[in-house]
């Protein structure tokens, strides 16, 4: 048995929001680690570059499922030191 397992996701997606399918996909997956794997702890959490939809909003709230968006990235690497995420 493991301590703590993150299972996370990034989606680049420029100009609109994360819907809830993607954090549906996720949840899939943590439950396949969380079957497979057996650990004390599993963290869910996603890149999202624009933000979510209300909906997938709600679902991450109702699930534990942490989230960031580009600029919350750019300031946690900025108080790190490191630079900031490129412009694509």
């Known amino acids: 048995m493991l301590g703590e397992v993150w299972v996370c996701q990034s989606k ?25 794997m057996e650990p004390i702890k599993l963290r869910m959490w996603m890149f999202a570059h624009d933000g979510l939809t209300q909906s997938a909003e709600t679902y991450a709230r109702e699930h534990q499922i942490l989230w960031s968006t580009r600029s919350e990235m750019d300031l946690l690497l900025t108080h790190l030191g490191l630079r900031q995420l490129p412009n694509i």
């Open 12 to 36: 680049w997606v420029v100009g609109s929001k994360i819907g809830i399918d993607v954090f549906k996909q996720l949840q899939d997956q943590a439950d396949a680690v969380n079957t497979e």
